[in-house]
């Protein structure tokens, strides 16, 4: 059994990736590592140049687009790591990352998953890098404090490490025996969300969940989705579908009301 199985989900960053992979292939000399690339049908050649160039990488090629839930659990169902980490091809991973988290997992048993702390790519924190469940009274709080205190209701530059009920699923390390007993991503979510739920599973099954601000990786993308129409489309499915799954009808109902009201105040702004 490996110590560390990475996974890494593509689709058409075949430059990221291949610049991800080039960090990360000393950590296959040591033996103590397994790497393996879902290529979600990319048409930038991505799985060749894996192929090609990283033969010691394992390859997953999928002939569609199956979604970061599904393609995760793929790699997942083959990794034989003691600890497993999920990671985006839009990182930047710095030397001591990787061993600080699993120092992080292997003195805190208690622990199911965690994440570094995220940083963008002018090297400021990372916002909704982790935060609550997203309930009505939470929403209701969070949508407050942006509209009318012009600030986020979470300090995504604190310093100390937090429990906290999710993390983003950028770079999330997990424990073999936790994904074991949760068993995996729930696949009807295919973008967004689908950490918040597995995080949800993973805490209702008695583990920890922890943001670990004091190890940092960059994180390219994670910018807001305002200027991105179909990603904040798919973003409200995938909370209404979340909402379905994990609260009461009246819920559901609250989260319509709510989101309207939200959004038209914000157009006002």
Known sequence: MFQLSIIIVNWNTRSLLHALLTTLVPYLQQDRAEIIVVDNASDDGSGAMVAADFPQVTLIQNAQNVGFARANNQALALAQGRYLLLLNTDTLVPPGALAGLLHFMATNPEVGACSPRLLTAEGQPQAFAFGDDPTPAYLLRRGLWRLLLKRPLHDWGVAQVLEVAWVAGTCLMLRRETLARVKGFDEAFFMYFEDVDLCRRIRHDGW???????????????????????????????????????YPPSFRLWLVIGLLIYQRLKALQ
């Open 208 to 246: 920890k969940i922890c943001y670990v601000p004091t190890i940092a990786i960059t994180h390219l993308g994670g910018q807001s989705l305002q200027q991105n129409p179909a990603a904040q489309d798919a973003y409200y499915e995938s909370l209404r579908s979340f909402y379905g799954r994990h």
